[in-house]
């Protein structure tokens, strides 16, 4: 088992920047594939970002693109989204997520959640 647990959620004006990371804990001497995603009232959660266990491969949704950065830190069994250039229709629950394996998944089989942290952007 894997247990993610997601921080730096907050409330922002537009145009500012937001760091969430996302520890795991639990089985992470497996090579896990992390991703981001997001979920907004009235709509269903979507692909963020999502990065390969060696940080190589990356993706990143259309929306995102040009303004949050994915990273991973496996030393610290971390993964980190930086969010810059924030627009009101960023606001949202976003969620860290987990998948045995190297590869990046860009779809949302992953097997394990963290809880959420809340994003709200104030325009």
């Known amino acids: 088992q894997v247990q993610l647990v997601e921080s730096g959620g907050g409330l922002v004006q537009a145009g500012g920047s937001l760091r969430l990371s996302c520890a795991a804990s639990g089985r992470t001497f497996s090579p896990l594939s992390m991703g981001w995603f997001r979920q907004a009232p009235g709509k269903e959660r979507a692909l963020v970002a999502a990065?390969?266990?060696?940080?190589?491969?990356?993706y990143y949704s259309d929306p995102v693109k040009g303004r949050f950065t994915i990273s991973r830190d496996n030393a610290k069994n971390t993964v980190y989204l930086q969010m810059n250039s924030l627009k009101p229709e960023d606001t949202a629950v976003y969620y860290c997520a987990a998948r045995g394996g190297t590869r990046v998944t860009t779809g949302d089989n992953y097997d394990y959640w963290g809880q959420g942290t809340q994003v709200t952007v104030s325009s």
């Open positions: 990065i390969s266990w060696s940080g190589g491969r990356i």
